[in-house]
C-alpha cells in the first residue's frame, strides 16, 4: 500500500476509535457538578454524587458569572461568563474542560461593582475519577502523540542548519555565481514574500482562528508572559548569536542559526580547499539527516493515529469544523498564487504562455502532489523543465537543486497562515492578541522558515514549530494541523514545484533563452 494511502487510513482509524470513546466511554466527572447555560451567566443543573465537597457548598439554581482555574493558590487564568454562548459541550463548561485534574477552580458568584470579586467565591477542587473516564483510555495516545511530536522536533535544529549551509555554500561553486545567483535569489524572495502576504492578508480576512474549538489547553505562557514578549527589534538584535552552540541547543535560536548558517555556507565558498572540505561534512550530515527524517516521517501515520485519537476522543468534531476553514484558507490561497500571482509573472516577466508552461510541467506536477516532496521530485522537475520545458541544463542545474530546498511559495504562505490561525485561536482563549509587529515578525519567519524547510512531506508542519516557539505561542497547537497535514503538504508541495519551474523559464528567457517559448507537451520527459 502507498504511503499515502496508509496515511489516509490511519487518519479515518484515529477518527473512529476517538469517536467510538466519545461513546463509548463515560466523559470524565467534573467534581461531579453540571451546569446549564443562563441569561445571568451560568446555574448549578445537578450536584452528582461522587463530590462531597462541590455536594456541601452547591446548590442547584445557583448563578456564577466567571471561572477562575490555577493551581496552588496561583491564579493562571479566568473566563468571563457572561453569556450562554460560553457555555458549550452540552451541559459541561468549556471552561471547565480545559481544566486539570487537580486543579482549582474559583467560581466567582455576581458582585456588586467595585467590591472584591472574589468574595463569595466557591473553590472547587477538580478531581476527576479517572475510572472509567476517557483520561486513562487516552494516556497511551497522549503518550505515542507526544513521542512523536518529541521526534519532530528533535530534527528541527540539524535539518535546518545542514540545508542551508549546503544550499548557500553550493550556490558559490559556480562561475557565474553573482549574475544567475542574483536573479535567482531575487524571484524566489519575491515569489515567496507575494505568497506570504496573501496568505497573511486572507488569513486576516477569513480568520479561521476566531472563536474555533480547537480543544486545546491554553497555556499559561501565552497570557503570562504577554508583558515580556520580545519586540520585533529585540527578535531582530537576538538574531545575531553571541555562542553559536548556546543557539543550537535551543528550538527557539532558530533565527540565530539561520544567520549563523548562510553566514558559514557564504564563507565556505571564501576558503578554498578548507571551505571544499568542510563543505562536504555538511552534505554529507545532510543526506543522513535527510535519511533519517525519511526514517521518522515514516512512523507518520501512527503519529497521525494517536493525535487524532487524543482530539477526536477529547473535544469530538468541533476542532475538525474549525481546521475546515483554516483548510479552505489555506486551500484559497494556494490557488490563487498559483493561478494568479506565478502565471502573472510568467507572461509579464518571461513572455510565456502560462497555460502551456503547465501542461508541459504536468509530470513535476503529479509527482510533487503524490510525494509530498520536493526533494524527491527534483528528478523528475529537472527532467521535465530540460525535456518538455526547453531550459538550457545551465539554468536548470544551477536553479533547481537550490529552488527544491529554498524556493517554497506554498509552504511560505502555509506558514503564515497556520501560525497566524493559532495566534487567533490562543488570543480567544487567554492569549494575547498579535501586534503589527508579531505580524511583520511572521512574515519574516514565514519567509526564513519557507527557506529553511527541507524538501520532504511535512517538513514546513516542523518548521512551523520554530515560528510558534519564536513567538512564545504553545507548539501543541501544531500537533492538532498534523492531523489535517497531509492534504495540505501534498497541494503546498506542488505549489512549491510549480514556483521553481516558473522560475527557472523567468531566470533562462531573461538570459536570451528562447526554449521555453515553444515547450513540448508531449513525448519526452513525461
Ligand atoms: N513537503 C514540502 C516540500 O517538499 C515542504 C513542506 O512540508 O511544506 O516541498
Not at 540539524?158 to 557565474?176: E, F, H, Q, R, W
Not at 515569489?191 to 488569513?203: E, P
Request: net charge neutral; with cysteine.
Amino acid at each position: 500500500m502507498s504511503f499515502h494511502w496508509k496515511v489516509l487510513l490511519w487518519m479515518v482509524a484515529g477518527l473512529a476509535v476517538g469517536l467510538g470513546m466519545q461513546w463509548g466511554l463515560e466523559a470524565p466527572a467534573w467534581a461531579g457538578v453540571r451546569f446549564e447555560a443562563c441569561a445571568e451567566g451560568v446555574r448549578v443543573a445537578a450536584v452528582t454524587p461522587g463530590s462531597p465537597a462541590a455536594k456541601a457548598h452547591l446548590t442547584g439554581g445557583e448563578v456564577f458569572t466567571a471561572a477562575v482555574l490555577g493551581r496552588g493558590g496561583e491564579e493562571e487564568r479566568r473566563i468571563e461568563l457572561d453569556s450562554p454562548a460560553d457555555w458549550k459541550g452540552g451541559g459541561e463548561a468549556s471552561v471547565l474542560a480545559q481544566a486539570d485534574n487537580g486543579e482549582v477552580v474559583w467560581l466567582l458568584r455576581p458582585s456588586a461593582p467595585g467590591s472584591d470579586p472574589f468574595a463569595g467565591a466557591l473553590a472547587l477542587a477538580l478531581s476527576m475519577d479517572p475510572a472509567g473516564s476517557r483520561a486513562l483510555a487516552l494516556a497511551p495516545f497522549i503518550f505515542a502523540g507526544d513521542i512523536f511530536l518529541a521526534l519532530l522536533k528533535m530534527l528541527i535544529v540539524p535539518l535546518v542548519l545542514s540545508s542551508i549551509v549546503t544550499g548557500v555554500a553550493g550556490v558559490g561553486t559556480m562561475k557565474d555565481l553573482r549574475r544567475l545567483g542574483g536573479k535567482t535569489f531575487a524571484y524566489y524572495v519575491a515569489t515567496s514574500l507575494l505568497a506570504i502576504l496573501l496568505g497573511q492578508f486572507l488569513v486576516n480576512t477569513i480568520r479561521p482562528g476566531v472563536g474555533a474549538h480547537l480543544g486545546l489547553s491554553p497555556a499559561a505562557s501565552v497570557g503570562a508572559q504577554g508583558a515580556s514578549r520580545a519586540t520585533f527589534i529585540d527578535v531582530l538584535r537576538r538574531a545575531v548569536p553571541t555562542n553559536i552552540f548556546e543557539s543550537l541547543g535551543d528550538n527557539g535560536s532558530m533565527l540565530s542559526i539561520i544567520f549563523f548558517a548562510l553566514l558559514l555556507g557564504f564563507f565556505i565558498t571564501r576558503a578554498g580547499e578548507h571551505g571544499r572540505v568542510v563543505k562536504e561534512v555538511f552534505e554529507s550530515f545532510f543526506e543522513v539527516m535527510m535519511k533519517m527524517a525519511e526514517g521518522i516521517l515514516s512512523l507518520l501515520p501512527y503519529g497521525v493515529f494517536a493525535l487524532l485519537v487524543k482530539v477526536t476522543a477529547a473535544t469530538g468534531f468541533a476542532p475538525f469544523r474549525a481546521l475546515l476553514l483554516y483548510m479552505g484558507t489555506v486551500a484559497l490561497a494556494l490557488v490563487l498564487h498559483s493561478v494568479v500571482t506565478l502565471p502573472l509573472l510568467l507572461r509579464l516577466v518571461g513572455k510565456l504562455n502560462p497555460r502551456r508552461w503547465a501542461q508541459a510541467m504536468s509530470p513535476a506536477l503529479v509527482t510533487a502532489f503524490s510525494t509530498s516532496s520536493s526533494s524527491m521530485t527534483l528528478p523528475v522537475t529537472l527532467r521535465t523543465v530540460e525535456q518538455r520545458g526547453r531550459v538550457s541544463n545551465k539554468v536548470t542545474s544551477f536553479t533547481l537543486p537550490l529552488g527544491a530546498t529554498i524556493n517554497m511559495d506554498g509552504t511560505a504562505l502555509y506558514e503564515c497562515i497556520g501560525v497566524i490561525f493559532l495566534a487567533q485561536y490562543y488570543a480567544g482563549v487567554g492569549g494575547v492578541a498579535l501586534t503589527l509587529g508579531d505580524q511583520a515578525l511572521i512574515v519574516l519567519m514565514a519567509l526564513l522558515a519557507s527557506i529553511g524547510a527541507a524538501g520532504i512531506p511535512s517538513a514546513g508542519l516542523v518548521m512551523m514549530l520554530t515560528i510558534l516557539s519564536a513567538l512564545r505561542l504553545p507548539v501543541e497547537g501544531a500537533a492538532l494541523l498534523l492531523a489535517v497535514d497531509r492534504p495540505l503538504d501534498m497541494l503546498r508541495t506542488m505549489v512549491n514545484v510549480w514556483s521553481d519551474s516558473c522560475g527557472a523559464a523567468i531566470i533562462a528567457r531573461s538570459e536570451g533563452e528562447e526554449g521555453p517559448l515553444e515547450p513540448i507537451t508531449g513525448g519526452r520527459g513525461g
